[in-house]
């Protein structure tokens, strides 16, 4: 797993030398405590990287889920990998993973039995399943939000922090760098 880390790793992600090397290093511990966490009860792994286009309404969306095992009464979880500390359950946005698991039961027919938000830097899993009335609302809430987007109103919220990291700062006029 490290080999293929070490010749995956992309430099030009990072800003500085010092950055890049610090997030390598960091890459490589949660890589060497994930190993130790799975090594004597590795998942049966059946998709890695599993592109989808789901339609949701008039509109369709396309995702990548990071993982997906199958487990023993064939049925499957979804796994989405972060870095960082985990979060509660409370606090987790659960709307990529709804996405997820709509995908998996409306584009490849997989009945989901769990959903998880697995965290590197501590290997703890925050895992839940959405309901059908969660399924609903996210539903409602993409629709909405692209049709939003389709109205053009694209007014611009400036900040320094913001503006550092817009795909647009080079033409916009509203831009704070």
């Known amino acids: 797993m490290l080999k293929i ?16 090397e610090e997030y390598r290093a960091r890459g490589e511990k949660s890589l060497k405590k994930f190993y130790e966490v799975i090594r004597n009860e590795p998942p049966d ?3 890695l990287e599993k592109g989808f286009n ?9 995702g ?3 993982r997906v095992d199958k487990l023993a009464d064939g049925r499957v979880a979804i796994v989405d990998y972060k870095t960082g500390e985990a979060k509660s359950e409370e606090k987790v946005d659960k709307d990529q993973l709804l996405i997820y698991q709509m995908a998996a039961v409306e584009v490849f027919g997989w009945e989901v039995a769990r959903l998880a938000y697995y965290y590197l830097d501590n290997n703890q899993a ?8 969660e399924l609903d ?3 409602k809430k993409i629709t909405n939000l692209i ?3 389709m109205t053009y109103d694209f ?19 509203s831009r704070e760098i």
């Open 5 to 20: 880390y070490k010749e995956s790793w992309i430099d030009d992600w990072y800003e500085t030398k010092w950055r890049q």
């Open 147 to 149: 049709d939003g987007i």
């Open 64 to 66: 990548v889920i990071d």
């Open 45 to 47: 792994v059946m998709e």
């Open 155 to 173: 007014t611009a919220t400036p900040s320094q922090h913001i503006c550092r990291y817009c795909d647009f700062k080079e033409i916009c006029e």
């Open 137 to 139: 609302k996210i539903k």
């Open 54 to 62: 789901l339609k949701v309404g008039e509109y369709t969306i396309r």
């Open 126 to 133: 925050v895992i839940f399943l959405g309901d059908s009335n």
